[in-house]
């Protein structure tokens, strides 16, 4: 590796550069490796979490399935954590994300909503992000039969789930739906790769600035060039956030998407919004492979201390 990545952990070297192609036999071959790898995680369980496999109707209709966690022990009226999880806009929830969800809700005693919206390529914006907005709005609809409380929703995911989280919170602001909290891991938010980082880290591990690229340029295909950006396309590019819930952005530190994710913390702050920073050393887009890592460890605990001060009181 070159010296741009000195300092990076150990764990991280030995990963490849991967430029993923966006072509439909490319992602379906990955998205079944996807749905093979977490059938066991998903089979075995967790004796102190009930799974409820549900199904929110879009707004054409379409069934999204919604994985639902509860704790065994949870209270009557109970907050809710919708988790988008990430993919590249293209790619299905892995056993991490599987394993996180579980753990936000053992540790908070929210109900968590693992939300499975429609895929890029077939699928792409806006209809992902109707998909992720629909279930914040089934959430408040259906909250007295399913035990949730609307004065404490928070939306959250990493990666091009960051993008909805952060849509989904710009959109209910908008709509003056309330938000308690956003958290952020290392989020998806500006179409316009132009940052240092996406220009500097084309070939980082795992996910680098030319996957980057084409990840915008299939999700933002059916938005015609030198026209307006429709909104909530790109977050990071809005520029009213004043109103924005309390946000926990983090970020890793060789990751093409590091830069858009400071400078939305920044544009936050100035708007007087409370951001919560964990802008992790050592690091790579979708670190937590790498359990033995203590910065892993470390950043969950951070995730939840936030969910915990944000819905928990």
Same mark, same amino acid.
């Given at each position: 590796?070159?010296?741009?990545?000195?300092?990076?952990?150990?764990?991280?070297?030995?990963?490849?550069?991967?430029?993923?192609?966006?072509?439909?036999f490319?992602?379906?071959?990955?998205?079944?490796?996807?749905?093979?790898?977490?059938?066991?995680?998903?089979?075995?369980?967790?004796?102190?979490?009930?799974?409820?496999?549900?199904?929110?109707?879009?707004?054409?209709?379409?069934?999204?399935?919604?994985?639902?966690?509860?704790?065994?022990?949870?209270?009557?009226?109970?907050?809710?954590i919708?988790?988008?999880?990430?993919?590249?806009?293209?790619?299905?929830?892995?056993?991490?994300?599987?394993?996180?969800c579980?753990?936000?809700?053992?540790?908070?005693?929210?109900?968590?909503?693992?939300?499975?919206?429609?895929?890029?390529?077939?699928?792409?914006?806006?209809?992902?992000?109707?998909?992720?907005?629909?279930a914040?709005?089934?959430?408040?609809?259906n909250?007295?039969?399913?035990?949730?409380?609307?004065?404490?929703?928070?939306?959250?995911?990493?990666?091009?789930?960051?993008?909805?989280?952060?849509?989904?919170?710009?959109?209910?602001?908008?709509?003056?739906?309330?938000?308690?909290?956003s958290?952020?891991?290392?989020?998806?938010?500006?179409?316009?790769?132009?940052? $240092?980082?996406?220009?500097? %880290?084309?070939? &980082?591990? /795992?996910? *680098?600035?030319?996957?980057?690229?084409?990840?915008?340029?299939?999700f933002?295909?059916?938005?015609?060039?030198?026209?307006?950006?429709?909104?909530?396309?790109?977050?990071?590019?809005?520029?009213?956030?004043?109103?924005?819930?309390?946000?926990?952005?983090?970020?890793?530190?060789?990751?093409?998407?590091?830069?858009?994710?400071?400078?939305?913390?920044?544009a936050?702050?100035?708007a007087?919004?409370?951001?919560?920073?964990?802008?992790?050393?050592?690091?790579?887009?979708?670190?937590?492979?790498?359990?033995?890592?203590?910065?892993?460890?470390?950043?969950? $605990?951070?995730?939840?201390? %936030?969910?915990? &001060?944000? /819905?928990? *009181?």
């Amino acid at each position: 590796m070159t010296d741009k990545y000195k300092g990076m952990h150990p764990a991280y070297r030995k990963v490849k550069s991967f430029n993923l192609a966006f072509n439909p036999f490319m992602v379906g071959l990955l998205n079944l490796m996807m749905r093979l790898t977490r059938w066991n995680t998903v089979r075995k369980g967790h004796p102190q979490i009930n799974v409820a496999n549900l199904k929110v109707p879009s707004t054409d209709n379409h069934p999204v399935p919604v994985y639902e966690m509860t704790p065994v022990d949870a209270e009557p009226a109970r907050p809710v954590i919708l988790y988008y999880h990430g993919g590249a806009f293209a790619l299905s929830w892995a056993s991490l994300h599987w394993e996180a969800c579980q753990t936000y809700a053992l540790e908070t005693g929210a109900t968590v909503l693992l939300i499975d919206y429609r895929l890029g390529p077939r699928h792409v914006f806006p209809t992902p992000l109707d998909d992720c907005y629909r279930a914040l709005e089934w959430v408040r609809e259906n909250a007295a039969q399913r035990g949730y409380d609307t004065n404490r929703i928070a939306v959250a995911g990493d990666s091009a789930g960051g993008y909805f989280a952060a849509a989904v919170a710009q959109k209910a602001c908008d709509q003056n739906i309330p938000v308690t909290s956003s958290l952020l891991i290392y989020p998806v938010l500006d179409s316009d790769c132009k940052t $240092t980082s996406a220009t500097e %880290f084309t070939d &980082a591990p /795992l996910w *680098n600035g030319v996957s980057n690229r084409r990840m915008w340029d299939m999700f933002l295909k059916n938005v015609p060039d030198g026209k307006p950006e429709p909104p909530y396309a790109s977050p990071g590019h809005r520029s009213k956030l004043a109103g924005q819930p309390p946000t926990y952005i983090e970020t890793a530190e060789f990751d093409p998407l590091r830069d858009e994710g400071l400078a939305y913390a920044d544009a936050l702050a100035a708007a007087g919004v409370q951001v919560d920073r964990n802008e992790t050393k050592g690091t790579i887009h979708g670190y937590e492979m790498a359990q033995g890592n203590p910065v892993v460890a470390e950043s969950m $605990t951070r995730r939840c201390n %936030f969910f915990k &001060a944000t /819905l928990c *009181n």
